[in-house]
């Protein structure tokens, strides 16, 4: 089992991660 303390920096780095690749989709014009 995977304890919580690891996966709120896990939420937070995919957070950043989909915020990066929908910014970059945006600039490039593409889905």
Do not use: D, F, S, T
């Not at 995977?2 to 896990?10: K, L």
Request: aromatic content about 4%; charged content about 20%.
């Amino acid at each position: 089992m995977i304890p919580a303390n690891y996966m709120q920096p896990a939420k937070q780095a995919m957070k950043e991660v989909v915020r990066k690749v929908i910014h970059v989709c945006g600039c490039e014009g593409q889905l």
